[in-house]
C-alpha cells in the first residue's frame, strides 16, 4: 500500500516516513519545503535503505496534486503539511488560514477525483483550549482556541468530521499531538527549526549549545507543583509509530475517529531542564522570566482510547527525549 504524505518532509512527517517505510508501506512526499529541507528525505533514504519520490510542490497546485495522484496512485495520505508556528499565526492570520485551510480543501477534492478515501490529519491538543480539568480526553468539548493556528486545526478537524459524515466508504483518523520532542536515535534526523524556535526542547539544547546565552523559564507561579508548566512531551518515533498504527487502523475501519497521542504524563519545564542536565552531563544556562502571554499552566492527555483501539502506546521516556534530541543537535549544531 502506497501513502502520501503531505508535508512529509518536516519534523513528524520525516519521522513518521521512516517508520512507515520499516513496517513494509511505500510512500510518495509532497512538500514545498517552506519549513523544511530535501535533506531529511535523503536520510530517511539511508536510515531505511528504501527510496521514494519526492515531489517539491505546494499542495495547493491542484494541477500538480493531480499529477501525483496520476503516477503514484497513492492508497491513504498523512496530512502533516500546514503552517505551525502559534505566535507568527497571530501576527499574520490570512497566511494560516489561506494555507492550512486551503491546502486540506485541494487535497480533499484531488483525493475525490481519484478515489483515495482514507486520511491521517496532523491536529494538535491545542484545539482542547482551556479546560476545567486534566487529563485531556477526546470527549471533552473543545473550548475557545487562542490563536489562529490552533483554529485551523480545530476547522479542519470539524471540516474531515462533517464530510465523513455524508461519505460513509471513507477512514478518516484526527490524530491530536501533544508537545513532540526528541529525534530519530541515529541522530541523523530531527527537528531543525528555521531561526530561533520558540519551543521548548529546541531552546533547551540551543542553550547548550551556546547558541541561545540564557533559556528563559516563562513563569515559576503556575499552580503546578514546581510552578512551571506541565506539559505532555511525546518522543516523536511514538509519535511515528502512532501513525503506522492510525494507517493500519484506516485499512480496517470506515468512518471518522480521533485520537489524543500522548503518554499521560505532565512534565514541567523544570523537570525538562534537570533530566537534559542530568542525561546528558551538560548544563543548561537558565533563569526564570515572566509568564509567556496564552500559555496554559497545565495540558496533559489520556491517552487510552488510542491504546485501546489503535493499539499503539507510547514507549520511550522523559530520558529518551532529551538524550535523542541532544545527540541530534550535537551531530547537527547548524541543522541539516
Ligand atoms: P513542520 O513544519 O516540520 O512540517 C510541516 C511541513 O509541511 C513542512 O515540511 C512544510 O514545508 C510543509 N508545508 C507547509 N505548507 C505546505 C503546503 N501548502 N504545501 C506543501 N507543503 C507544505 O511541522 P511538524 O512539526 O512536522 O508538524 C507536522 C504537522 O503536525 C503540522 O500540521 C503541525 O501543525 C502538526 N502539529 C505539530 C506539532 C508540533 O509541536 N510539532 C504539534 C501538534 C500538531
Ligand atoms: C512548552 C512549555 C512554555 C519556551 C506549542 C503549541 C502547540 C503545539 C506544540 C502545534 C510552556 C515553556 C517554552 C521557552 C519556556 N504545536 N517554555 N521557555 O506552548 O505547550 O505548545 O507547541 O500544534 O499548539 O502551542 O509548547 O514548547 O512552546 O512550550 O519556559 O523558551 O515550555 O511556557 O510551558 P506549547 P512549547
Not at 98 to 118: H, I, P, S, W
Not at 193 to 220: D, E, H, S, W, Y
Not at 277 to 296: C, F, Q, S
Request: net charge negative; glycine share 8%; aromatic share 10%.
Amino acid at each position: 500500500m502506497k501513502i502520501l504524505l503531505t508535508g512529509g518532509a518536516g519534523y513528524i512527517g520525516t519521522h513518521t516516513a521512516i517508520e512507515l517505510l520499516n513496517a513494509g508501506y511505500d510512500i510518495v512526499v509532497a512538500d514545498n519545503f517552506s519549513n523544511s529541507q530535501p535533506e531529511s528525505m535523503k536520510r530517511a533514504k539511508q536510515i531505511t535503505g528504501r527510496d521514494f519520490n519526492v515531489y517539491e510542490m505546494d499542495i495547493r497546485d491542484k494541477a500538480k496534486l493531480e499529477v501525483l495522484f496520476e503516477q503514484e496512485k497513492p492508497e491513504a495520505v498523512i496530512h502533516f503539511a500546514g503552517l505551525k508556528a502559534v505566535g507568527e499565526s497571530v501576527e499574520k492570520p490570512l497566511d494560516y488560514y489561506e494555507n492550512n485551510l486551503d491546502a486540506t480543501f485541494v487535497l480533499m477534492r484531488v483525493m475525490e477525483e481519484y478515489g483515495c478515501k482514507k486520511i491521517v490529519f496532523s491536529s494538535s491538543a491545542t484545539v482542547y483550549g482551556e479546560q476545567d480539568t486534566m487529563p485531556l480526553v477526546e470527549t471533552m468539548k473543545c473550548s475557545a482556541c487562542s490563536n489562529p493556528y490552533g483554529w485551523t486545526k480545530y476547522m479542519i478537524e470539524q471540516i474531515l468530521r462533517d464530510y465523513a459524515k455524508v461519505h460513509e466508504d471513507w477512514s478518516v483518523v484526527l490524530l491530536r499531538y501533544f508537545n513532540p520532542v526528541g529525534a530519530h536515535e541515529s541522530g541523523m534526523v530531527g527537528e531543525n527549526p528555521n531561526g530561533i524556535p520558540n519551543n521548548l526542547m529546541p531552546r533547551v539544547t540551543q542553550a547548550a549549545l551556546g547558541k541561545i546565552k540564557m533559556l528563559g523559564v516563562m513563569g515559576n507561579d503556575y499552580p503546578t507543583p514546581d510552578g512551571t508548566c506541565l506539559r505532555d512531551y511525546i518522543h516523536v518515533v511514538d509519535l511515528a509509530k502512532g501513525h503506522v498504527c492510525a494507517i493500519r487502523y484506516a485499512q480496517d475501519n470506515n468512518g471518522c475517529d480521533v485520537f489524543n497521542l500522548g503518554t499521560g504524563v505532565g512534565y514541567s519545564v523544570l523537570d525538562i531542564i534537570n533530566t537534559f542536565e542530568k542525561v546528558n552531563g551538560i548544563k543548561v544556562p537558565h533563569e526564570i522570566v515572566a509568564r509567556r502571554p496564552g500559555d496554559l499552566p497545565m495540558a496533559y492527555s489520556n491517552p487510552a482510547k488510542a491504546e485501546k483501539i489503535l493499539h499503539w502506546k507510547a514507549e520511550k521516556t522523559l530520558a529518551d527525549m532529551c538524550r535523542d534530541s541532544w545527540n541530534w543537535q550535537q551531530k547537527n549544531p547548524n541543522g541539516y
